[in-house]
């Protein structure tokens, strides 16, 4: 096969609660995760080709890089469509061959134009196909097969194209598929509803690779849902279990796993015993008509709070996502979610607006009843709007909302929720990650927890709450003294929170104040000038939520 150089791209990802955008710098990080597609879509690759691979959320992409490549390859989520079609421009411009995939090309592709081949669905069953076409010289624009491939044979993600050093949280993947039905989820209608694991052997082989990089810290398991198949991942995690020993705990994990975890005693075990720290649950609402609305059946069948606070018991940090916007949400649902939010002490609650994905039963069924408005951006938290006619009044859902996100990251809501989790943990930490410092020799305190701590009391102790913040860490001390690196974790994460929430409230006041007729910015202040709010105060001829956070302190 003749030899050819391709560049990976990753497009640019834009501020949102989850980017942790200001959180990264405390520890020198420039992204959350690396781009775990491309890297492996690299290892699929015939071996005597040349890859390079840039990952613009840590680094520029220069016309140099495309210039040296003979094609471009481009992956993106929807969230990321803006930056990847002008990346697709830009590589145009300098008359270079773009290969597309990921989820967003592989929803919307007849829409997207400047792409020269589409590689669709999962690469394992489409990229071998164009790759045998181009070798014959007539390769076809679109490559699409909706066969669910073994995973088995996925070959190890290629480390070795990544700066390590740039990511807060290097990532593995173990399954693919859920085997539930959520109506607004695109996960199922990729990958089905019949999780495909790799197995035990395979997953450690890639942990040996990552561990041999030099990284040490979190490592995240980005499965649509990781206990998919309990039986498959009981007989990894005894496997993962045996590995962390023998390296001394050198990853502290986190996945992403339906509420039902919480039902099986063994498994809870399992994972607390392996070194799980965190795991993402689809709470999505305390309402149980828009529950079984969605299709999330597996939260209707026990008590929501309990199950939440049975996982935390076990040391294991629950993440929540929450959604408003349901047909059947009632005009209360905002203090709804307010309360539950504080009831599960959840710190990290990713609360957004319902977004109508494409190719998902929730778009179909708004479609067919002329409901849907346009596109969605992918951008649930930040982009204050929604993509279809809702049942709440616009301004009620809009309105309601925001005023959920600055009750909920307000600084002393936020820190109660932290220190409430914390009185919840175990006392003593089932595993200790193994402290290194960048020589490697073993320390009480890793180097970045050090360097985030420094960064951490010098920062945030002189923020506009900084009262607040030392309160926190002086209470997390007494209460549970053995997770205070977790704690310092926590207080860094809510200043992203809370300088991401000023963010949107100052963009909605810049908004209303453009807009302003007839009194709607005064309605507009009485839900950001709220004294048991963020203590975002606003005045009539400026906006301190905009001048505090342009400082990011």
């Known amino acids: 096969m003749l030899k050819r150089r391709v560049l990976l791209v990753y497009p640019e990802i834009p501020a949102t609660y989850w980017s942790f955008k200001y959180a990264l710098d405390f520890v020198g990080k420039k992204a959350v995760l690396p781009p775990l597609g491309l890297i492996t879509v690299a290892a699929m690759l015939p071996e005597e080709w040349e890859c390079r691979l840039v990952d613009m959320n840590v680094e520029p992409l220069e016309d140099e890089a495309i210039e040296w490549a003979d094609m471009v390859f481009v992956s993106a989520m929807l969230v990321q469509r803006a930056s990847f079609e002008k990346v697709v421009a830009r590589v145009g411009r300098l008359g270079r061959c773009v290969v597309a995939g990921g989820p967003y090309p592989t929803a919307m592709h007849c829409d997207i134009g400047g792409v020269d081949h589409f590689v669709l669905n999962e690469a394992e069953a489409t990229l071998a196909p164009f790759l045998r076409d181009l070798e014959?010289?007539?390769?076809?624009?679109?490559?699409?097969?909706e066969t669910r491939p073994d995973i088995a044979a996925t070959p190890a993600p290629r480390f070795d194209l990544l700066d390590i050093d740039c990511y807060s949280t290097a990532s593995l993947q173990f399954s693919r598929g859920c085997p539930f039905n959520c109506e607004?989820?695109?996960?199922?209608?990729?990958?089905?509803?019949?999780?495909?694991?790799?197995?035990?052997?395979?997953f450690l082989r890639e942990m040996d690779s990552l561990y041999a990089t030099g990284f040490r810290g979190p490592l995240f398991i980005v499965d649509d849902n990781f206990i998919g198949n309990k039986h498959r991942v009981k007989e990894l995690l005894r496997e993962i279990i045996i590995w962390q020993k023998k390296y001394g705990h050198p990853f502290s994990l986190s996945t992403e796993a339906s509420i039902n975890l919480a039902d099986d005693d063994e498994l809870l075990e399992l994972m607390a015993e392996a070194g799980f720290m965190m795991v993402f649950v689809g709470i999505e609402t305390p309402v149980e008509e828009s529950l079984s609305l969605a299709g999330k059946t597996q939260n209707l069948k026990g008590n929501m709070l309990e199950s939440i606070r049975k996982i935390q018991g076990r040391g294991i940090e629950v993440t929540g996502g929450f959604i408003i916007g349901f047909d059947t949400d009632p005009e209360d649902i905002f203090d709804r979610q307010i309360g539950f939010v504080r009831e599960s002490a959840i710190p990290t609650a990713m609360v957004g607006l319902l977004m109508a994905l494409p190719?998902?039963?929730?778009?179909?069924?708004?479609?067919?009843?002329?409901?849907i408005t346009g596109l969605s951006t992918g951008n649930n938290t930040h982009d204050v709007r929604v993509n279809f006619e809702s049942k709440l009044p616009p301004g009620v859902l809009y309105d309601g909302y925001r005023r959920v996100i600055r009750e909920i990251y307000g600084p002393r809501a936020y820190f109660d929720r932290c220190l409430e989790l914390l009185r919840r943990f175990p006392k003593k930490k089932r595993v200790n990650v193994k402290k290194t410092t960048y020589r490697g020799k073993n320390r009480l305190i890793s180097f970045l927890e050090a360097r985030a701590l420094f960064a951490s009391l010098f920062r945030q102790g002189l923020s506009w709450y900084g009262p607040e913040y030392f309160r926190f860490l002086a209470k997390s001390l007494f209460i549970n003294p053995s997770r205070f690196p977790q704690a310092v974790g926590m207080a860094i994460e809510g200043h992203h929170f809370m300088t991401m929430t000023g963010e949107i409230l100052a963009d909605a006041l810049r908004k209303a104040r453009s807009d302003d007729a007839g009194g709607k910015l005064d309605g507009f202040r009485k839900i950001v000038d709220d004294k048991i709010a963020l203590a975002y105060r606003t005045e009539a001829d400026a906006s301190p939520i905009g001048r505090r956070h342009e400082t990011g302190l």
């Open 136 to 145: 014959k010289g007539k390769p076809k624009r679109v490559y699409s097969d």
């Open 184 to 202: 607004f989820c695109d996960i199922i209608e990729m990958f089905g509803h019949v999780p495909r694991v790799k197995s035990p052997g395979q």
């Open 359 to 371: 190719n998902t039963r929730l778009y179909r069924r708004l479609e067919a009843e002329g409901r």
